[in-house]
């Protein structure tokens, strides 16, 4: 019975580590259901016969570096991810499973005057070790569904460079080295001091990896705060260049005026006619479109029709707001970058199916913005799954779209994107009180 149970949950635990997996690395290498189905099947097999094998080993040292490999060569068959990624996060995966099990292994070691084999492997397992074992499936499925985002954020920044995968990877060797050491500790039987010794090397996995995120998460935000930075000094530029062109426009207005005054004076109406055929093709040409009312987004959306224009981008709106979910700042990194990207991504399909959609309503409480465009690649539907950049300077522009995700989520919202049939859609919802 209680083998059963614990096959049980060793299952769900593993089955949960590849759905965090494919949430976070959701292209698949071919597409079609039966692939899908061929895939999930092989990984439920897979974890079927790893969750067997795992009670024949409370802390099965070996199975966790035999299993993540192989796992991790599974989903490089059928998912579009790099191997070692992979594996880096079959193993981390199983460390953290495994690093709470430590201390009450030599408890029992203790308590029972047995050495290693038996605790471990002979001796079978208990009623204790599935209990913690429930808590700890628990507990990822907890963090699967309330953290997912961050994990997802966090897993690509610990991973996205070769200096920081091979960090990460000398990180989980030296505690896979570490549970040996402890697996041996009790190699004829465990003593009192084995406690302190064991405490120990969990506390200080769990600080290594602590230091690793937090190293991570600082230079993640210094970048991230760059990269903001360079957006809102890129939308204050389009500002500021509409304030000259009006300040422009006035002054040449009253020459216009003085010009037109003459002629009527002398009585040259043609030339009064012209000129004012002549500066009504030119106000046609730079009138400005009211979207919403507000007077800085108005001018975003203005300054990005006319970009449209210029690359023959056919552009619909459908806008009904009074006021923003977020403050000016935020909403201007998430417009502007978010049409920005549509604009990059419509360009690249031929001129006649080049087109962008926006979508923005106040529904009492509710605050809806989509964005859609053509495109010339498929990707998978996901919430903030990885789309890569195809900008030359990716210390930045690989930011976009997770920091649009930062904000929203920051706001208690969601943001979803999907791509189907060569139009890219983004969603950003946010439910708050908007007179706040």
Known sequence: MIQAVYI?????????????????FPEKRWNGKGVLWLGGGVMVVLAAAQAWDSCHGFIPWLQIVINGVLNAVIMKIFLRC???????WNWMYDIFYSLPKVPLMIIRGICLK????????????????????FFMVCSIYFLYCECIGQIEVLLKQLTKTLKRRALLLTMEIVILELFEFVLYLGNKRFGTDDIIIGTIIVIGAFIIFLLYALYVYSKMEQISMIWQHEQLVKENKIITQYCREDAQRLHDLKHTLMYLQGCLEEGNYSYA?????????EVKLLQRHTWTGIA?????????????????????AD???FSLPVNGEDFMIILGNLLDNSIEAARKCKPTRRRIHLFIKNANEMFLMKIGN????????NK????????????????GLENVWQIVKREGGEFIYDCKENWFEVEVSILRNIGE
């Open 8 to 24: 049980a949950i060793s299952f769900c635990k593993i089955i949960l580590g590849v759905l965090i997996f494919y949430r976070i």
């Open 82 to 88: 790099r191997l070692q990624i992979a594996i880096m």
């Open 114 to 133: 047995r050495e290693t084999l038996y605790i471990n492997v002979l001796g079978g397992r208990v009623w204790t070790e599935t209990v913690l074992c």
């Open 296 to 316: 800085e987004v108005d001018l975003i959306l203005n300054y990005k029709c006319r970009q449209m224009k210029r690359y023959e981008i056919q552009f619909s």
């Open 384 to 399: 903030m799954g990885e789309i890569r950049t195809t900008k030359n300077d990716n210390l930045l522009h690989g930011w």
């Open 319 to 321: 806008i009904e707001i």
């Open 273 to 281: 006619q012209k000129c004012i055929e002549k500066h009504l093709c």
């Open 374 to 381: 053509s495109c010339v690649e498929e990707a998978n539907g």
